[in-house]
């Protein structure tokens, strides 16, 4: 069983930036960060892959930067340039061999 905790949420100014991490108790095949904002769906962000490969939601692309220190077990996710519609918990997501496993989600408020 792998555990999850993730720090960096907060609250900041629209156009301020946040840089939220994860830490895993153990290895981990790739990763992704997801959101869910108030009465909507949990959504996916973006996602890194075991060899560094990168993919990004439409609507966080050119803004967030997901990276990831396989030698610690640990995945950010660096938020430029956050408007309010970025409002959100957000969650990491850390995919194994046979399991994933979920944070317990960390709030981010952006305030215009």
């Known amino acids: 069983q792998v555990q999850l905790a993730e720090s960096g949420g907060g609250l900041v100014q629209s156009g301020g930036s946040l840089k939220l991490s994860c830490a895993a108790s153990g290895r981990v095949n790739y990763w992704n960060w997801y959101r869910q904002a108030p009465g909507k769906a949990r959504e996916w962000v973006a996602v890194i892959l075991s060899g560094g490969g990168t993919n990004y939601a439409d609507a966080v692309k050119g803004r967030f930067t997901i990276s990831r220190d396989n030698a610690e077990n640990t995945v950010s996710l660096q938020m430029n340039r956050l408007k309010s519609e970025d409002t959100a918990v957000y969650y990491c997501?850390?995919?194994?061999?046979?399991?994933?496993?979920w944070g317990k989600g960390t709030q981010v408020t952006v305030s215009s």
């Open positions: 997501n850390a995919v194994g061999f046979g399991e994933e496993y």
